[in-house]
């Protein structure tokens, strides 16, 4: 890989990193489906003035918006709201390897190499360790959100397929154009239409940092880079490095809010991230398969 190159990847995985950050710094005092809604609206406007809509159904624009906005980073978002830290959001929605692995195994009958079954059991183990010894950082609303939204990852990748296009990132920012209503909806849903007017009464500078950084930095610049590199690099060269916006939201979490792991949480997140690993790593007497059809960018 040239320098160049990585040092451009590095730069984005701590972009990533760092947007959990950024998320909870909206969510602190705002809706956090509102919050979604707003990042979602600022990365689809103007910009989807100047690219065109990618040859496909409307019908996979639309299910993309629904599964990307609200299952994903709804609950992302929510998960962090309902006491999550920052740093273990990011940690445990790399689960969305192991839902991939699985919808690999389900749909496109894929198989497991000796490899990837003794990562998927490595994971497994750190994040029991995790939850048993957690300090607070992890609740189970928290950690039910962040399931939905690792669940939703690859069925996200699912219907990028189905739709057989060839301009993913003109995929993802069209698919974006569907994504606010439902967050709209299901926010007052929950909280009455109360929400938007108190919403927009008590919007502040914190609130345009976070969705502006999550649509601009995160999403659009993330995701032009990544797609950039998928073209030039084979996944399984790649998608080790996303293992690094883990280390960098832990770090964030730490310098920005003061998030801290326990001693056992220090050991089982490192695990965690080991299986997960072994996972998006290929061995190399059987090539990987199903992460690396369906394993998507992370941040965005």
Known sequence: MRAKDLVLIITVMVIWGCNFSMIKLGVKDFDPLLIAAVRFLCATFPMIFFIAKPNVKWRYLLAYGLVFGTGIWGMASSSITLGLSSGMASVLLQLDVLTTVFVGVLLYKETLSARAVVGILISLLGLTVSIIYTNGNITGLGLLCITVAAICWPLAGVIIRMSKTRS?????????????????????AFNGWDVINATYQQWNSNAWMSVLFQAYPTTLFGYWVWNKMVLKYPMSQLAPLTLLVSVFAL?????????????????????????????LYPSKQQPQVPVNHLKRSYES
């Not at 993913?168 to 007052?188: D, E, K």
């Not at 770090?251 to 050991?267: F, N």
Request: hydrophobic fraction near 60%.
């Open 168 to 188: 993913a990132f003109a995929f993802n920012i069209w698919g974006m154009l569907f994504a606010p209503i439902p967050l709209i909806a299901l926010s007052v």
């Open 251 to 279: 770090l964030s979490g730490y310098l920005v809010y003061g998030e801290q792991l326990t001693v056992p949480q220090w050991v089982s997140c490192s695990a965690f991230l080991i299986g997960i690993g072994l996972v």
